[in-house]
């Protein structure tokens, strides 16, 4: 993989004659996403999909980097992807035209109203055991604010139906996290009445399964989002990461505290949290600015 690169950088500097800064930059970015691939993903930059491309830009946002360093990311991905296929390493580019980065200043994230939120969770029909099932991984998802890749990996061992709690393992702690009276309901019904029905292997850990009845993927759970929200007619491009910033800055609009909420999402830096005071304060500045008869 390393001489991979490194023949992609000799392409750069030897073939298309970039200057200096520039085969830096788009290095840089490439070594980044690759150690970040390692180390979150588990896989090979050859092995990326879609949704790593989009991960990994939603993870650049929550630490704070600007709209222009993930556009310029996002071409040297795009690039980099691009002499992959050319050179016939890979059939296809991960990264779809569908993914898009604006440049300037860093874009907040777009979240969901919690009336969107109240239709999209009403429309899994929970009449066979894939309806239930999708009930409970949306409700656990906006409950508790945590990454598409913590919730696929949660175990039964993991949930406490008693207290109401999960147990998420984070990269580098676990944290307890609480769970509302509905989303605690459908985990509930889900465990108690349709799990053992779905899984293939008795012995299998794994608390949301697929229909093949292993373990969740990320791109099941994508897909099973993107169904939904074709089905809610919400036009708002919704990701996994959607749920997890709206869970953050509805708490802090109904009266979360930053430190509360930077535990309850897992940060290791509260500058990461800061973020969604900023969606709010531009929330009411818009407020303002429409509603304001002299603004």
Not at 57 to 70: I, N, R, V, W
Not at 191 to 197: A, D, F, G, P
Not at 204 to 226: C, D, H, P, T
């Amino acid at each position: 993989m390393l001489d991979l690169i490194h023949a992609y950088e000799n392409y750069l500097t030897k073939v298309k004659q970039a200057s200096n800064n520039t085969v830096s930059s788009y290095m840089r970015d490439i070594r980044q996403f690759s150690e970040w691939l390692q180390h979150s993903r588990n896989t090979e930059i050859l092995n990326a999909d879609q949704l790593n491309i989009s991960d990994y830009l939603a993870y650049l946002q929550e630490q704070g980097k600007s709209g222009a360093t993930a556009s310029r990311t996002l071409a040297s991905l795009k690039n980099f992807y691009a002499y992959l296929v050319s050179t016939g390493f890979l059939e296809t580019s991960p990264v779809s035209a569908d993914i898009h980065v604006d440049r300037g200043e860093k874009k907040l994230p777009q979240i969901l109203t919690g009336k969107e939120v109240e239709l999209l969770l009403m429309q899994p029909a929970c009449v066979d055991p894939k309806g239930i099932r999708d009930k409970a991984m949306l409700e656990v998802m906006y409950a508790t604010g945590i990454r598409v890749t913590e919730l696929i990996d949660l175990n039964v061992d993991d949930v406490n139906l008693e207290l109401g709690i999960i147990k998420c393992n984070g990269a580098k702690k676990s944290r307890a996290i609480p769970l509302y009276p509905a989303a605690l309901r459908a985990l509930s019904v889900y465990m108690k009445e349709v799990r053992m029905l779905m899984i293939a292997d008795p012995l299998e850990k794994a608390l949301f399964v697929n229909v093949g009845g292993a373990r969740m993927s990320r791109q099941g759970f994508w897909k099973i989002l993107k169904f939904y929200q074709a089905k809610a007619g919400i036009e708002k491009e919704i990701t996994p990461h959607t749920l997890r910033h709206s869970f953050a800055v509805h708490l802090l609009e109904n009266g979360a505290d930053l430190s509360s909420l930077q535990e309850l999402m897992g940060h290791s830096d509260i500058s990461s949290t800061q973020m969604y005071t900023h969606m709010i304060n531009q929330k009411l500045r818009s407020v303002y600015e429409k509603c304001h008869p002299k603004a």
